[in-house]
């Protein structure tokens, strides 16, 4: 009897399997920390040169991810019968070249990464370079680089409302700052709300999830009861009654500052008197105020309410997948060769789990950019002098007149948001059609 | 002749190639007839019955027959509309599982009254009145309060003679049953089989029996044609088939059925090797891998379905070899 | 059945309690009056006669009785900002509006969306389908805002095809409906889409076509209700969306609804206003979906109506 012999052919090594690709994938996660550090010790001159050193190669390789996934062979290598029992098929590597042969998938996570680049660059020079130079950021002169195209808080009187030019390459506005620095900034700051932002909303709705879903019965009952309560409720209301408090608290806490500074001015000058009186008038609701902001700034509310408030869905994903996980024939046969609980979650239940949940994040974080946008829009996402897209394109839509359209206000940072929800958004569907073939047909 | 198909080919392309799932058949039904397909799983006779329902999208399926002729028409020719005015009326077909062959968000009532509706042209009072006479015929009880329940609310095997009610509404010439009692118990196989019996002889209904149960097609059919990789590989009346098979392919199904007077503790028998891969036949007879006859011609030449010498009734097998009497290897 | 009903009438009344109380306690916490500006450098006792005057003067816990004595009474209270206004005359002012863009923008989701869902998952890996899916994740990604502003851009400044803004005439309520409603569209369309294409895979729709029944027969009378299974699961979180995402439209097309006297008030500490819009947007939220509850347990022979579920 005779078996079709197949020739060995020569495979090229898959990307995945490439020996550099975990160092990689760690240092991508070490960019995105990087930032949350810089954003933290700013301040802080012995933290500058770590951040620095881990931010130059978290960069690079953020650019070497985005290379490897480009030199993805398009066609999958075409495997033999044989081959397939002799390795077996890995599910991931077969859903990588789904995804590199999805060219608006491809495209927007390339757009995306550079987008995220130079946004994420901008917020670490901005920081960074006033405390290398060890200067003041006034101090900058201004036709520097640093105060055209890094500096977004700088003001300008002379040069309010300046359309595009050579010099501030997206124009200005109406107090003379430059809005590609601006535009830039808006972008760390709408992808670190998302970013964050999923991140609590996944661990919140997985677990909330999983333990439904894996203990089953009353416990399910009630958890999955809350939840559908919880989804009736008009969440952004609350959020925006969350976001008028911690405004509140913040302004109260500025003013407090304010005081203690005037207070500690007045005590050097050698007036205790004076500073004793200002003190004084500080009512302890003040003092508190100033205290909880310290510890919460807004922005990390932002992050937190948002984040809150979206887990739902992504609770109601994993209970399900785990309920029918639970039942599935390899679940109970594992049950049935005598595997252990933990074995059984980490090795049958958690990778089965992994492909819903990174497809739903990867679609959380563009809603999570909208609900942020949406709350700035309104005007009570993030405060001024700090900006993300969606305060900029409230400022922008103020611009949007018969008379004198000052457009540029308006395009740059809208379009910068569109093309990241558009790009986020393709490479969530691309994920999920090339985890789940099934679902593209 | 009430079905007379000649030289059907159904091919899908693929991304990995031509699957070429139904290979140049030959089929006739007279009426009345009771005709059975056998073959493993991936034969192709799923794909030959959806093909004469004209229930394969073509494009991207491949068809093309010499003839396809039913009660004098070419279903091939047929436009899309003849066509629906055929099927389920003159032409029905019974499926697998009937689990969920049943629309879940309509009532039973309202599944079997809709043939009526299109093809008698009844009112929907008559065609009530008509539909609870046939759900009282298959033996479902309480017809009248079982017109209005959902398909969930059936057992499996009401479900099955729910779907035969269907089938036949309309008094069809020609009934394509497709594994219908795969998903079954033991017992309700032998009620449905029944069932599909009694319509056959009271109305004088063909039925094509598709399964991969030779006990099922022995107890049914007078005629059984052997699939093989979308060939015929073997045709004849039933008790002379079974009897003596004349092809290996054949001999080896009968003999991989197990017995009940087989020792227990034994093997089972298998046919050794795997089913071919339809984008990539062999040359030559597509079951010569597996054959434990083969001979070298077998490898060059696909071997063409000729009469069975020596035979008093209509026999025909494709194979170049003489099986009957030999052992394996000889 | 009653139980049901029954069942979810007390958790609907739970539900707006929740929120009326946290929402009372947060707007509460927040620092600042609704009279801060008004009576910026008055008296002491000009303060304290203003805060007696709506019972801000009484610790915090009476407070919350009085008020929410008063919103089981269906007194919502008056108004802090707008002088001798109730807040249940407000709301009767501006209510309809927000209800007339409301649905504008939930029947032009449904209708838009189903349609294109339909056509595409007909029409399904052809070019049509790719078109009509593109221009759905672009419905999805832009947000309204943007939308808005390009449309009144394009509709009002350049083909003047709209009125700017306002709120005199009922077409109106048109651009900033169309504007509310893409995104909205864009995701029925998609889960019709897949709803659909699901459903005609199913074994009964095999089963249909061998009964000899049309296309067009098959998609209305056996596709179409199981693919909307779907999407009438996503109009409850779908309307609470529109109802927040009438804000931004309202604000941008200087709309008198419900959503921008929210806003203002938030910002106002206008707590009564504040209160009275957020027990009545959750007595709207908690009603529909309860309705959409209700009609999935008609839509689908196989939900029993069990309570709460």
Known sequence: MSI???????????????????????????????????????????????????????????????????????????????????????????????????????????????????????????????????????????????????????????????????????????????????????????????????????????????????????????????????????????VILIMTLVNGLGNVASSTDQKFAEAAAAEKAGDTDKANAILSEITPDQRTASIVTKFMPPIVVVFVAIGLVSWLTMARITRGQVLSLKER?????????????????????VPNLMGPVIVYSTLTIPEIMLSEAFLSFVGLGISEPNCSWGSLASEGLAGVNIIKPYWWLMVYPAAALSLSLFGLNFIGDGLRDALDPRSAK | MLLDVKNLKTHFPTQTGLVRAVNGIDLQVREGAAVGIVGESGSGKSVLSMTMM??????????????????????????????????????????????????????????????????????????????????????????????????????????????????????????????????????????????????????????????????????????????????????????????????????ALLSSVPRLDDPPGGRFRTIPGQPPDLTNLPVGCAFSPRCPYVIDTCRKEVPPLTTVPGESVAREKACFVEIRGKEAGQ | MIRFVFGRLISVILTIWFVATLSFFLIRLAPGNPFANELRGATPEVTEAKKREYHLDLPLREQ????????????????????????????????????????????????????TGVIAALKKNTPIDYGLM???????????????????????????????????????????????????????????????????????????????????????????????????????????????????????????????????AATNRDYNVVLGTVVVFSSLLCFFNFVVDLSYTFLDPRVKPVSGR
């Open chain 1, 4 to 238: 079709a012999v197949t020739k060995p052919t020569t495979r090229r090594r898959a990307w995945v399997e490439h020996p550099l690709s975990l160092p990689i994938n760690v240092s991508m996660v070490l960019w995105i920390l990087s930032f949350i550090a810089v954003s933290l010790l700013a301040n802080a001159p012995w933290a500058v040169t770590p951040v620095m050193f881990v931010w130059l190669l978290a960069n690079s390789a953020a650019i070497v991810y985005v290379g490897m996934h480009l030199t993805v062979p398009l066609d999958a290598p075409r495997k033999s019968e044989s081959e397939v029992v002799a390795e077996g098929t890995s599910l991931f590597r077969d859903a990588m070249y789904r995804l590199r042969r999805n060219q608006m998938a491809t495209g927007s996570m390339v757009i995306l990464l550079l987008l995220m680049l130079a946004c994420f660059s901008q917020f670490a020079l901005f920081h960074l370079i006033p405390v290398i130079k060890g200067k003041d950021r006034a101090a900058f002169a201004s036709d520097s680089f640093y105060a055209l195209h890094l500096d977004h808080t700088r003001t300008n009187e002379g040069e309010t409302y300046e359309p595009p030019t050579a010099q501030h390459w997206f124009g200005t506005d109406s107090l003379g700052r430059d809005l590609f620095a601006r535009t830039l900034f808006g972008g760390s700051v709408s992808f670190l709300v998302g970013i964050v932002g999923t991140v609590v909303s996944v661990s919140v709705g997985v677990s909330w999830g999983a333990v439904a879903g894996y203990f089953g019965g009353r416990v399910d009952e009630w958890m999955m009861r809350i939840v559908d309560i919880l989804y009736g409720l008009p969440f952004l209301f609350l």
């Open chain 1, 329 to 349: 024939e390899f679940v109970v046969a594992a049950r049935a060769i005598g595997a252990r609980a933990p074995r059984i979650i980490f090795r049958h239940i």
């Open chain 2, 54 to 251: 004209g229930l394969v999208p073509s494009p991207p399926a491949i068809i093309s027959a010499d003839q396809v002729q039913f009660e004098g028409k070419d279903l091939l020719k047929a436009t899309a509309s003849e066509m629906r005015q055929i099927r389920g009326n003159r032409l029905a077909m019974i499926f697998q599982d009937p689990m969920t062959s049943l629309n879940p968000f309509l009532t039973i009532g309202d599944q079997l009254s809709e043939p009526l509706l299109i093809h008698k042209n009844l009112t929907s009072s008559q065609a009530k009145k008509r539909v609870i006479e046939l759900l009282a015929s298959v033996g479902i009880p309480d017809p009248v309060a079982r017109y209005r329940s959902y398909p969930h609310e059936f057992s499996g095997g009401m479900r099955q003679r729910a779907m035969v009610a269907m089938a036949v509404a309309c008094g069809p010439a020609l009934l394509i049953a497709d594994e219908p009692t795969t998903a079954l118990d033991v017992t309700i196989q032998a009620q449905i089989l029944e069932l599909m019996q009694s319509i056959r002889q009271n109305e004088g209904t063909a039925v094509i029996l598709i399964t991969h149960d030779m006990g099922v097609a022995a107890g049914f059919c007078d005629e059984i044609y052997v699939m093989y990789a979308g060939r015929v590989v073997e045709r004849g009346p039933t008790e002379r088939l079974f009897a003596e098979p004349t092809h290996p392919y054949t001999k």
């Open chain 3, 64 to 115: 919350y009785w009085i008020w929410l004595r008063g919103v089981v009474t269906g007194d919502l209270g008056p108004s802090m900002k707008y002088r001798g206004k109730t807040v249940n005359e407000i709301i009767r002012q501006t209510f309809p509006t927000s209800i007339a863009l409301g649905s504008v923008a939930m029947v032009f989701a449904v209708v838009l969306g189903m349609m």
């Open chain 3, 134 to 264: 593109a221009v759905a994740v672009f419905g999805i990604s832009l947000p309204s805002f943007i939308l808005a502003t390009l449309g009144i851009v394009v509709l009002v400044f350049w083909a003047r095809l709209f009125p700017l803004a306002g709120w005199e005439t009922y077409s109106n309520v048109l651009l900033p409906g169309l504007a509310l409603s893409l995104p909205f569209a864009a995701k029925i369309s998609r889960l019709t889409r897949v709803g659909m294409i699901e459903i005609l895979g199913e074994d009964f729709i095999r089963t249909a076509h061998a009964k000899g029944l049309s296309e067009r027969q098959i998609v209305i009378k056996h596709a179409l209700r199981g693919a909307m299974l779907p999407v009438v699961s996503y109009l409850g979180p779908a309307f609470a969306l529109i109802l927040t995402g009438s804000l931004v439209i309202e604000k941008i097309f200087f709309i008198p609804g419900l959503g921008t006297i929210f806003v203002q």
